[in-house]
């Protein structure tokens, strides 16, 4: 038997940063995303008893798309089965061990592969997508009793807690409820998802209008994040004051979905984005608001960097048939505009 999951990678449309720890403890944040026709995809694959460690027997896993692998022997694995997560693979190995020391299942004999639709650092939450898709896949072989709420939320605590990394948790559950939702986020990490049904009509307007550019840099994102809930912690009032706005972005966007008010979603990506460079420093920087402004120029009404920002994907809303004229005026910064349409399945498992 093998068994595969996927979850669809996600834009964020308004409230970027108020799922951020200690912001949304204190205050309360909201986001409004929408998943992507791209995917982190995983694959389990059992191993015969009698296969040779030169075969894969005892652990293998393989992320496909970033040419890593690494093999385990399981007589050489420590005393508590744990994987040791150091180096490369951790999201792998995190969710490998997380599941061990829940499930008690044996850590031997399978293969973990993995492959996801868009670059690592591409601020399209690649990394929390992929830890929704290999828990899917364990899920699946294992028929764990996990629901939508619970496989976003183990995500959240194997990403942040068991990993240590930085981060918020919008990713977790865009990923694993899919299609378009307003969210919400409290202390105790307390989300409720709210999906949104906006006619299908503005959502092929949407559609058509929101070009996807991947600017062809990646960027760390933790130290972006890190940078932001310190300065909710030191109560700088400036980042502080920019994350209540960009809360209110979401409240905006989604009044504007809904109603089918798209000639105002450029202007509300725009005050999204002088807003999200006041969270903190690294949010911007030269090439990126060269990018935009180009874009504006050429006919878009606003936009957006995906993700904390500094790189990787950006969005910018073309009304009309601007898009094609904005596209083609950001050819000279070496990126590449990506195809996509909106999904509205979340992740989905099966077994063959």
Known sequence: MIYRSKAPLRIGLAGGGTDVSPYSDIYGGAILNATLSLYAHATIEPIEENARLSDGQGIVLKAIDQQEEECFDPMAIGWNNELPVNGKLILLKGVCNRIQKDYAVPMKNFRLSTFVDAPAGSGLGTSSTLVVAIIGAFTEMLKLPLGEYDIAHYAYEIERKDLGLAGGKQDQYAATFGGVNYMEFYDE????????????????????????????????????????????????????????????????????????????????????????????????????????????????????RSGAGGGGFMIFYCPGNTKYNVAKSLERFGGVHRSYQFVEHGLTTWTI
Do not use: C, W
């Open 189 to 304: 990490n307390k989300v409720i998802v709210n999906p949104l049904r906006i006619k299908q009509q503005y959502l092929f307007e949407l559609e058509n209008n929101l070009l996807l550019y991947y600017t062809s840099k990646s960027r760390e994102s933790a130290k972006i994040i890190q940078q932001q809930a310190d300065n909710v912690i030191s109560q700088k009032e400036t980042s502080i004051e920019a994350m209540h706005q960009l809360k209110h972005q979401a409240q905006m966007m989604k009044e504007a979905l809904l109603k089918g008010r798209l000639h105002e979603i450029g202007e509300i990506l725009d005050f999204g984005f002088q807003q999200k460079r006041k969270m903190a420093a690294g949010i911007s920087n030269e090439l990126m608001d060269e990018i935009y402004e180009t874009a504006k120029a050429a006919g878009a009404t606003g936009g957006k």
